[in-house]
């Protein structure tokens, strides 16, 4: 995809991929139809807000619905003012979710996709707030999907070396770096809104009274089932990354990927938030609590990033040596 490309020949890539997604959609509705989401009752107020459901599905209902967050994705961003880099993560975590939802072989052949072009009056009439608001829904299912599919990939992998197969485990921790990598740029995606409506317009709906408790990413079960994986992967693959470089080098380098990713994503996650609401305080803190939304995700970075000091290569052990300090303190 042309993700650095001049506007409008990315807009054209990315309206050929939004077809490719569309052509896809088409194929797997047609051995069965997708499933009436609202129609399943939400077991949390963040899954209501976010248009999200549970539900055991066949195969092929899981690929129709993860391709349509792809397909609905895609669209969105034919106009979206994400950066050429957030983009090309992006991309990459989707055409991954496709992959595996499918089980289809990664296509050789670009130019297969046909050429096409969206007629402007399909846009309009639309207005940018309608736009604005789908948008937040629209990225946080992308952030939704690659938790999921990061959390399957990370349960494999971790599934691999305890049967001692680190062979089998290595594309899996690729596979799930990948999704990981597009965290942020899923997140991004989402807050590619202007701020101002953000506080105005989206903020105040997640919130009391407009919902019964203020919502939070530690609400998101996909999120809950990632940082789950990735615990009971560190229990089977705890060594030091110096212990585990000797044992098995390509290992220790696919695990310190996957940490790595890990740790980014939570310090995108504050330069993000810092850009919306600057320093105002989260909707889910305690009143009692003493820090603005900014400070509470630095801290959580400085915690993952301390957890993760001695198992990647180029760890953060300032941090690590302070968090220890305090805990002894």
Known sequence: MATHA????????????????GELVAALSSLAPALAGEGLPAESTSQSFFRVRERELSDQQAALHGVLVVHRALEDLCEAPLSGADLALEAAGMGQAVLDLTGAAPDADPDSIPL????????????????????????????????ICAAVAVADATRHLQNGDGDAALPRLADATVYVRGFPAAMTHASTVPADYYMAAIRQTMAPPSVDVPLS??????????????????????????????????????????LEADIVDGERHVTL??????????IAQRPE????AVAELRHMRHRRAAQYASLIRFGDHYIADAVAGLRHS
């Open 6 to 21: 001049r506007p409008v020949e990315r807009s054209l890539a990315l309206r050929q991929a939004a077809a490719a997604a």
């Open 116 to 147: 096409v072009a969206v007629p402007e009056e399909a846009v309009a009439g639309v207005s940018m707030e309608s736009v604005w608001s789908a948008r937040w829904l629209i990225g946080h299912q992308v952030h939704v999907l690659f938790n």
């Open 217 to 258: 990413g530690r609400q998101h079960r996909g999120y809950k089932l990632f940082r789950s994986a990735m615990k009971d992967l560190l229990s089977v693959v705890p060594d030091s990354y110096e212990q585990l470089a000797a044992r098995s080098p390509e290992l220790a380098a696919a695990r310190g990927a996957l």
């Open 273 to 282: 938030a810092y850009s919306m609401v600057h320093l105002h305080r989260s």
């Open 289 to 292: 609590g003493p820090d603005n």
